[in-house]
């Protein structure tokens, strides 16, 4: 199996790139026949989803407008914080709109019910949220996610967008922290 270095930390192959796009590519028509009559405004969080994005809406209908935000809950840590803090906003208009967080991972939850909460207030058509990867073990929010890429065990994971402490979101497969280095 394809190992990694990583700072300190060891990583393993998890996820290969053609399962990834495989899927990425499944989930975009689920989306499009969600949204077939609307085109849903795409809200992705960075840092970790715009490699997810950018694969996710070359297989999506035209129509969307991209529109990021920057959120934040883990700094350079491997478990999320709790704290969620907001960096950079939604500038543009989403009432009576449809729209569609896009996240790397949802793991607590804490950030998708953080930003669906504020996007409520806003009162847009509906809010919906797509995650690439979902931890349901850790899931302690209030919404899940609405479509999910993979659900995976509460392991820490890198690559393909998702970080450790700001390194390896270049890696084109998703991998998993080695056993014994949690």
Excluded: W
């Amino acid at each position: 199996m394809e190992a990694i270095r990583i700072k300190d930390k060891t990583f393993s192959l998890y996820i290969g790139e053609n399962a990834l796009q495989a899927r990425i590519e499944a989930l975009a028509m689920e989306i499009n026949s969600a949204y077939a009559a609307s085109p849903p405004l795409l809200v992705p969080v960075l840092n970790g989803a715009f490699l997810f994005t950018a694969d996710l809406v070359r297989h999506m209908n035209p129509g969307s407008e991209i529109h990021f935000v920057r959120v934040s809950s883990y700094g350079d840590a491997m478990d999320s914080s709790g704290n969620v803090r907001t960096a950079l906003g939604l500038e543009v208009e989403i009432s009576d709109r449809h729209i569609l967080i896009i996240e790397d991972i949802v793991d607590s939850g804490l950030t998708c019910d953080f930003l669906k909460d504020q996007f409520l207030l806003m009162q847009p058509a509906s809010v919906k949220i797509a995650t690439l990867l979902y931890k349901p073990v850790s899931h302690r929010g209030k919404y899940k996610p609405d479509f999910v890429g993979f659900e995976i065990p509460p392991a820490f994971v890198v690559g393909y967008g998702l970080d450790y402490a700001q390194l390896g979101r270049e890696l084109r497969g998703i991998y998993r922290l080695s056993s014994g280095e949690e």
